[in-house]
């Protein structure tokens, strides 16, 4: 049966998802779609591909607003999103108990948190370390190379589509902040566990004023990813130049095969995040205590459900030293869990592997129980599945050395203790693959300006055109 008719035939009440393009709220129940995580029902409207694309012969909308103007509305956005009385992030809230994982309280302190992005101080730092010179974004800028050759160049706005992921309300901000800092024609496709928050930003940005360069320069929308019918027809370069990828496996693999010659992948695609604890940790009590609570907030951070989260811990000591380190590990976590309020149970398939090592006491030991409210699982190799809803798994080493063998590409970020020691392995975890070291307890924080996923992301977003002028005094 397809979803247009279960739109047709249900009587069951579902929650209605918007879509906002251009200014305009769209909404509707045409359509009867399911959330990835919790397999609840949600409504969108009917979705009109011909209002999703700019034409090219028209020039992008923010292209000659300067970048001050649109900075300044972006903070202007912040204060309203952090208002108590935006009845948008309110009612955005409200709808996605309904289809995310995490519980209202988390969701929506992380939504408060990500909007302290929309900083005047913060924004014109991460446009000075994705572009050396900023008056790239707002004019031509003439260059001259040694043999007298004259050109002019510009960061022109690009045409992108947003992937976005629905982890974290915090991709949303971002998202929308670094798409106007570049002028770009942006079109945002939400995903199933929150098919809300963009569309609460735009809508207050529109409330701002809806015929902002900005907003009409914004889109957002849902589709079910994969589908054919719409990603065929909006996947191509005469629309849009880029596509920015956020997600795990499925939605990189929908949009990888649509690529080609004119349309680009910037991918931050699914990375798993680690702890190296060595064993300085062990000199005294109060020092296990300490990096026992420091790695407990980097497993904790956005619940598990960020990607910076720690999966694995490789320790460093006996395996009498990494017991007592896990047992404090699941207190903490165990706590963590337990202010958060989010208690859920694992999937019955993770819960089953965890409960056959409890058996296994010769190669695991397990702290805790599968019941949501944290487990720490000590091994000598790293487990074969992906650790997550609070699940710690401790790798004991004799060596941090031994550690950098299980660092890859897919590796963001390394949480490491004792803090003196970094140094001495940044070179072989960058080799290795692995893109940002942190201390232990910071992986969520990250430096104003810094790369991610291994790049400077808006330097990557933009279309860099070249104005070739000659050489001066010769004609052509």
């Known amino acids: ?222 589709w079910r990813g994969g589908d054919e019918a719409v990603e065929s027809s909006l996947y191509r370069p005469q629309y849009f130049d880029k596509i920015v990828a956020w997600g795990g496996g499925d939605a990189i693999n929908n949009v990888v095969k649509h690529l080609g010659p004119g349309f680009q992948l910037i991918s931050f695609d699914p990375k ?61 976590i165990a706590e963590r869990a337990a202010v958060s309020g989010d208690i859920r149970p694992l999937e019955i398939e993770l819960a089953e592997q965890i409960q056959m090592m409890m058996l296994m006491d010769d190669d695991y030991r397990v702290f805790g129980k599968p019941d949501g409210r944290g487990v720490v699982i000590r091994s000598d190799e790293p487990v074969d599945f992906h650790p997550i809803n609070k699940t710690a798994n401790v790798v004991r080493v004799d060596s941090l050395d031994d550690a950098v063998k299980y660092i890859n590409v897919a590796t963001q970020t390394v949480g490491f203790y004792p803090f003196e020691r970094m140094a001495s392995y940044r070179d072989r975890l960058a080799s290795g693959g692995a893109q940002r070291i942190v201390h232990l307890g910071e992986a969520g924080p990250a430096t104003i300006g810094n790369p991610h996923d291994a790049m400077y992301p808006m330097h990557r977003f933009v279309h860099w055109m070249a104005h070739e002028d000659g050489v001066q005094g010769v004609e052509p």
């Not at 011909?50 to 028209?58: A, G, I, M, N, Y």
């Not at 609570?293 to 990494?322: H, K, Y």
């Open 272 to 332: 798993t995040s680690i702890s190296m604890v060595g064993r300085e940790a062990f000199a005294c009590e109060e020092s296990l205590a300490f990096a026992a609570d420091l790695a407990s907030a980097d497993v904790m951070t956005l619940n598990q459900e960020a990607c910076v989260a720690s999966r694995f811990q490789f320790v460093e000591g006996s395996e009498a030293e990494v017991d007592h380190f896990c047992g404090l590990l699941h207190q903490r």
């Open 1 to 222: 049966m397809s979803n247009q008719t279960l739109a047709n035939t249900t009587n069951e009440a579902v929650v209605s998802a918007p879509n906002f393009i251009r200014g305009t709220l769209v909404e509707g129940n045409h359509t009867i779609q399911c959330s990835r995580d919790l397999g609840v029902s949600f409504a969108t409207p009917h979705l009109d591909l011909d209002q999703l694309v700019h034409p090219r012969t028209e020039v992008p909308p923010l292209l000659n607003v300067p970048l001050a103007e649109i900075i300044d509305f972006l903070v202007e956005t912040g204060e309203r999103l952090r208002s108590p009385a935006n009845p948008f992030m309110q009612e955005c809230f409200d709808r996605m108990t309904a289809t995310h994982i995490l519980p209202r309280s988390v969701v929506e302190a992380t939504a408060r948190h990500a909007t302290a992005y929309l900083d005047k101080r913060i924004l014109m730092a991460e446009v000075e370390q994705n572009f050396p010179n900023p008056k790239v974004l707002d004019e031509w800028v003439p260059k001259q190379d040694f043999t007298g050759r004259k050109s002019f160049v510009r960061a022109f706005a690009p045409r992108l589509i947003h992937v976005l992921p629905g982890n974290s309300p915090g991709v949303a901000v971002k998202s929308i902040a670094q798409g106007a800092m570049v002028k770009a024609i942006n079109l945002f496709k939400m995903s199933s566990a929150d098919p809300f928050t963009m569309v609460a930003i735009l809508r207050t940005m529109a409330a701002i004023d809806a015929n902002h360069p900005i907003v009409q320069s914004m889109s957002a929308v849902y």
